[in-house]
T-cell receptor, first 114, second 115 residues
Framework: DTAVSQTPKYLVTQMGNDKSIKCEQN?????MYWYKQDSKKFLKIMFS???????INETVPNRFSPKSPDKAHLNLHINSLELGDSAVYFC?????????????FGEGSRLTVL | LAKTTQPISMDSYEGQEVNITCSHN???????ITWYQQFPSQGPRFIIQ???TKVTNEVASLFIPADRKSSTLSLPRVSLSDTAVYYC????????????????FGQGTILTVHP
């Protein structure tokens, strides 16, 4: 069983379109994240949710809207896609407290905006 | 947040021990040091975490001097499958910490293991 799974793995779309990436974790964790990895391999936090509540929003444009229907799911919707949004988006999860803080990552969703 | 500095790349040969050093001069009292490994087309994977002195698990060892301004990830007897990017992170070790969730993975160290 995949611990953190994201779909789709690849996404190619035109500028201006709207797209969504879904993430699910079956680890029983209470915190989930979206990270963006650019072409230079920097991996930056975008959002973090704890028990469906937004706890971190790292100055991401409001074209990006995360939604957490329950603590096992965190989806990312992107409106009006721009060329600069091309990247690999990783979902991750962890315990909120009392643990090592180990992040468990999905395999990533490669978004290409043409 | 404490910034980390690592070598951009390293080369090694199968069977050798590899040591990757990370500098983190501004590490805070509550910060832990964590290392992740990332293979192409995969998400990063936790390797090891420590606060001070030495930590060892089945995969690696982590050496942290008393001043904690640097740390060294040691991979014993590397194999071709250890070719990956290795990231050093510094921050609080649980998501409830004020700095934890804002961890940024830097460029990392590209380790290439040759036959």
């Amino acid at each position: 069983d995949t611990a953190v799974s994201q779909t789709p793995k690849y996404l190619v779309t035109q500028m201006g379109n709207d797209k969504s990436i879904k993430c699910e974790q079956n680890l029983g964790h209470d915190t989930m994240y979206w990270y963006k990895q650019d072409s230079k391999k920097f991996l930056k936090i975008m959002f973090s949710y704890n028990n469906k509540e937004l706890i971190i929003n790292e100055t991401v444009p409001n074209r990006f809207s995360p939604k957490s229907p329950d603590k096992a799911h965190l989806n990312l919707h992107i409106n009006s896609l721009e060329l600069g949004d091309s990247a690999v988006y990783f979902c991750a999860s962890s315990h909120y407290s009392g643990h090592t803080g180990e992040l468990f990552f999905g395999e990533g969703s490669r978004l290409t905006v043409l | 947040l404490a910034k980390t500095t690592q070598p951009i790349s390293m080369d090694s040969y199968e069977g050798q021990e590899v040591n990757i050093t990370c500098s983190h001069n501004n590490i805070a009292t509550n910060d832990y040091i964590t290392w992740y490994q990332q293979f192409p087309s995969q998400g990063p994977r936790f390797i090891i975490q420590g606060y001070k002195t030495k930590v060892t698990n089945e995969v690696a060892s982590l050496f942290i001097p008393a001043d904690r301004k640097s740390s060294t990830l040691s991979l014993p007897r590397v194999s071709l499958s250890d070719t990956a990017v290795y990231y050093c992170l510094v921050g609080e070790n649980n998501a409830g910490g004020t700095s934890y969730g804002k961890l940024t993975f830097g460029q990392g160290t590209i380790l290439t293991v040759h036959p």
